[in-house]
């Protein structure tokens, strides 16, 4: 269970507090006696980080900032710090638990929140024994005390709210998420969001002729479905919406060019895209951003199964582009690229789509960045790259030039879905700009996305990366738009 979060003003002597600490001081609303005040002081001046006292009837923990550091790297140090005390705090069983703070950088406590709350995090529907009985021993309040601002706090709560769906989301197994369980999901959470929602069956894509969704779908026996979300505020500060487009391959077997060895394990989460942002179009209704924002979400597995889709057949896409499938392992572009034309019916300011889209990605940049392409104008870039570092999801940017759209060129179609061996993320992007007619920021995931194991509190399987950043971002672009412009 999520823990609550909620503002206090008083701390009363029997509380639990963690307080975290700039310099090596021991404020009283700790209420500890005199032995317990020297105890911590003399830690403190032997540079330990974490002082813990137990008083018996409550337990008191003095976190002392890193020197040396500051701005965004301070922030996701406390972030860690908070996960790095998850076990100790577990092993102590505080029902709730007051968060304090002296003199270090405003929103050091929700930084530190921030942090606990998402360690905190566990999936466990699917266990109908109570083995791991610890788990329920993590407080179920989180008592903030100081200057924390309203705004700021509601924030964090919706955020929080929108990682720990977006992880579900992505942890489910794809037995029990297909791609009309996702879209089904999605219409759940915009109700009680308050974005709308319009899921297209298969009749209507076929309508459509997305022909990217549907080759991908035909080994399948479950239908594709693609997702509109839409958040419209009375009063946007954009007439142009920002549109969203997430992969959403709930399972990638690679199809009949099928993953071998271990490379199917975490396939599974080949939808954290399309999570990520359905995540965003929620913190962005919960938080009632005045910013038009439209959620593009093509689904479906990738299997191989009776009629599946070849190496050699030749599709047209949603746009009348023909594509030569290379390999039907490289199935994201193919549902990204129609989602992607579909955009432009929406004169979209700028397209930014999120996607754990190539192995490429992922042997570059590792767990610690998601790797970003982009035409776009870089006032975005520069704002992106900021919130990036703020909430600690950092982006690094890879060339773009045309020259690396060569490789797709194909000699029966107007392209491929596979360029050669080399620059496999840059020439995925490339191929995804082909569709894209308004300008484009392309989001590879595949690093971040999707962990093998805990990395502090980004929890593995789906950690929900990408979300912290394009919330915070939508968030930024709402309250800024008129200076960016
Ligand atoms: N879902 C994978 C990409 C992926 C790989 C995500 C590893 C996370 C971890 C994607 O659909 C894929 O299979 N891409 C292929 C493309 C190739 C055939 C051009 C890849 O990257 O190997
Ligand atoms: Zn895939
Ligand atoms: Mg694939």
């Not at 942890?171 to 297209?200: M, Q, R, T, Y």
Request: net charge positive; charged share 25%.
């Amino acid at each position: 269970m999520k823990p609550e979060i909620v503002k206090i003003s008083q701390i009363s002597p029997d509380q639990s507090v963690v307080c975290i600490v700039g310099k090596n001081e021991v404020p009283p609303f700790l209420n500890l006696n005199k032995t317990e005040k020297e105890y911590a002081l003399k830690q403190l001046r032997n540079k330990v980080e974490l002082v813990f006292i137990n008083s018996y009837f409550k337990c008191t923990y003095i976190v002392k900032v890193k020197e040396g550091i500051s701005g965004f790297r301070e922030k996701e140090e406390l972030r860690k710090a908070a996960a790095g005390m998850k076990k100790l705090l577990k092993s102590n069983n505080h029902s709730e638990l007051v968060i304090s703070s002296t003199s270090t950088y405003k929103g050091a406590i929700e930084d530190f929140t921030e942090g606990l709350v998402l360690s905190f995090y566990s999936f466990d529907k699917y266990k109908t024994k109570d083995e791991d009985e610890e788990k329920k021993n993590y407080p179920s309040k989180l008592l903030l005390y100081g200057d924390t601002d309203k705004a700021e706090m509601k924030w964090l709560t919706d955020l929080t709210d929108a990682v720990y769906f977006v992880r579900d989301l992505i942890n489910e197994p794809v037995n029990h998420l297909n791609a009309a369980g996702l879209g089904s999901a999605i219409e759940k959470i915009g109700k009680s969001a308050g974005f709308k929602v319009d899921v297209l069956t298969k009749g209507k894509i076929e309508a459509l002729k997305m022909g990217g969704l549907l080759a991908v779908n035909k080994g399948s026996v479950d239908p594709p479905v693609f997702c509109i979300l839409e958040w419209n505020p009375a009063k946007p500060v954009n007439k142009q919406p920002f549109v969203l487009v997430g992969k959403g391959i709930v399972y990638d077997t690679g199809g009949l060019n099928i993953k071998t060895g271990d490379y199917m394990a975490s396939m599974k989460g080949d939808m954290a895209g399309a999570a990520t942002v359905t995540g965003v179009l929620y913190t962005a209704a919960k938080s009632n951003l005045p910013l038009h924002i439209v959620g593009l979400i093509p689904a479906t597995d990738n299997r191989p199964g009776g009629n599946a889709y070849t190496q050699g057949d030749i599709i047209t896409m949603y746009n009348k582009t023909t594509v030569e499938v290379g390999n039907t392992d490289a199935e994201g572009r193919l549902i990204l690229a129609d989602a992607i034309s579909y955009a432009s019916k929406y004169k979209p300011e700028i397209i930014i789509d999120i996607a754990t889209l190539t192995g490429s990605a992922a042997s570059t940049f590792g767990n610690q960045a998601i790797a970003m392409m982009t035409n776009a104008d870089r006032k975005y870039i520069t704002l992106l790259e900021d919130c990036g570092n703020h909430v600690y999801e950092r982006i690094s940017e890879l060339p773009f030039w045309d020259e690396y759209g060569e490789s797709i060129k194909s000699d029966i179609a107007d392209i491929r879905n596979i360029g050669g061996r080399e620059a496999g993320a840059i020439t995925a992007g490339k191929f995804l700009e082909k569709f894209a007619k308004f300008p484009l920021i392309h989001l590879d995931i595949a690093g971040p996305g999707m962990l093998k194991k805990d990395d502090h509190y980004r929890l593995k399987e789906g950690p929900g990366s990408g979300l912290r950043l394009l919330a915070t971002f939508v968030r930024k672009l709402a309250a800024d738009y008129k200076k960016l412009k």
